[in-house]
C-alpha cells in the first residue's frame, strides 16, 4: 500500500522537526560542558539536555537566552557582558532669567488740600493714604480739619 503526498509530507516534516531538535540537543550537550550552571533556571548541565530533549520549544531558547550569561569554567569571562551604566554626571545648570522689578510708585502726595478729582473747582482733604470725606469750595483753609 502506498502513502499519501499527504502522509508523506507528514512523516517528512515530522522527521525534520525530529532531526532539528536531537541536532540542537546534542549542540547543546557539547556547548554545556564548559559552563557554570549553578543559579540558571535548569539549574544543571543535565537538566538543559534533558529539557532540549523533552520540552525544545521552551528550554533551547532560554538556554540561547541563558548561555551568553554564564562564566566559562576555565575562569574566562562569559561571551556577553552586561553594558554598564554611564557614570552618573552633574545635570547641567538652568540658567536663570531675572525679571527687572517693577518701579516703585511714585511717593503719595503729603497730606494736605489738593484739587478734588470727583469735584471741578473744589479743593478734597487728603491725608497721605486716601482721600477724605472733607471738601472744600473755595481757597483751602489755614489749618488741617479735626479728626
Known amino acids: 500500500m502506498m502513502a499519501s503526498s499527504q502522509q ?4 517528512a516534516s515530522f522527521l525534520i522537526a525530529t532531526a532539528v531538535v536531537a541536532a540542537t540537543t546534542i549542540w547543546v550537550w557539547h556547548d554545556s560542558k564548559g559552563r557554570d550552571w549553578r543559579g540558571s533556571p535548569a539549574g ?3 537538566n538543559w539536555i534533558a529539557g532540549c530533549a523533552l520540552l525544545w520549544i521552551v528550554f533551547f531558547p532560554m538556554y540561547l537566552y541563558q548561555r551568553p550569561k554564564r562564566p ?23 540658567p536663570v532669567r531675572t525679571i527687572p522689578a517693577a518701579p516703585a510708585p511714585p511717593p503719595a502726595p503729603p497730606a494736605g488740600w ?3 478729582p470727583w469735584q471741578a ?10 482721600w477724605t470725606g472733607h471738601v472744600h469750595a473755595s481757597a ?5 480739619p479735626a479728626a
Open 8 to 11: 508523506s509530507a507528514n512523516i
Open 44 to 46: 544543571s548541565r543535565g
Open 72 to 94: 566559562r569554567l576555565d575562569g574566562s569571562a562569559p561571551a556577553y557582558q552586561p553594558p554598564q551604566p554611564a557614570p552618573a554626571r552633574e545635570p547641567a545648570p538652568i
Open 114 to 116: 489738593h484739587p478734588d
Open 121 to 130: 473747582g473744589a479743593l478734597r482733604w487728603w491725608d497721605g493714604a486716601q
Open 140 to 144: 483751602p483753609p489755614p489749618s488741617p
